[in-house]
C-alpha cells in the first residue's frame, strides 16, 4: 500500500488516515474511489 501511494504522489500516512476512515461507509460500488490513484485525483 505504501509504494502504491509513493508511485500515486500521495503521502502514505495522509491516505491511510483518512481511507481508513471511509472504509466502513464506502459502498462496495465506491471501493474504487479509496484507490490512492482516485483519492489523490479527488483532492486536486
Request: hydrophobic fraction near 50%; include cysteine.
Amino acid at each position: 500500500m505504501v509504494l502504491s501511494c509513493k508511485q500515486a504522489g500521495v503521502d502514505p500516512q495522509a491516505y491511510i488516515e483518512d481511507v481508513l476512515g471511509r472504509l466502513a461507509t464506502t459502498k462496495a460500488s465506491g471501493i474504487a474511489t479509496l484507490t490512492p490513484w482516485a483519492w489523490a485525483a479527488a483532492r486536486k
